[in-house]
Nanobody
Framework: VQLQASGGGLVQPGGSLRISCVAS????????IGWFRQAPGKGREAVSC????????YYTESVKGRFTISRDNAKKTVYLQMNSLELEDTAVYYC???????????????????WGQGTQVTVSS
């Protein structure tokens, strides 16, 4: 399984970015896909996850109402639309894949099986 994240960059506070994660050699059924981030000097945290049904989602409190996760199983791609970006959103963003039984999933980094290489998002004026 390979996960390729892209779309990061430099954006001003209040701006928007959309990052993408393309999965290869992976059947999308039965897997949750999540976005995690790690800011300088901090631990990695879960930002958002989406189940294989493309309906069930999880967002960490700090991004609710600003970020939207979506997935296109046919394209094996997951997106994270980030609006109203704040300085505190600056981090390396990683996509990861874990199991989704259909009756629920965990959105923790310890529950993920495969990881992408990360894409840098910098929010700065």
């Amino acid at each position: 399984v390979q996960l390729q994240a892209s779309g990061g960059g430099l954006v001003q506070p209040g701006g928007s970015l959309r990052i993408s994660c393309v999965a290869s050699r992976l059947s999308m059924d039965g897997y949750v896909i999540g976005w995690f981030r790690q800011a300088p000097g901090k631990g990695r945290e879960a930002v958002s996850c989406i189940g294989y049904d493309a309906v069930s989602t999880y967002y960490t409190e700090s991004v609710k109402g600003r970020f939207t996760i979506s997935r296109d199983n046919a394209k094996k791609t997951v997106y994270l639309q980030m609006n109203s970006l704040e300085l505190e959103d600056t981090a390396v963003y990683y996509c990861a894949v874990g199991p989704d039984s259909g009756s629920g999933y965990a959105c923790y980094d310890s529950s993920m099986w495969w990881w992408g290489q990360g894409t840098q998002v910098t929010v700065s004026s």
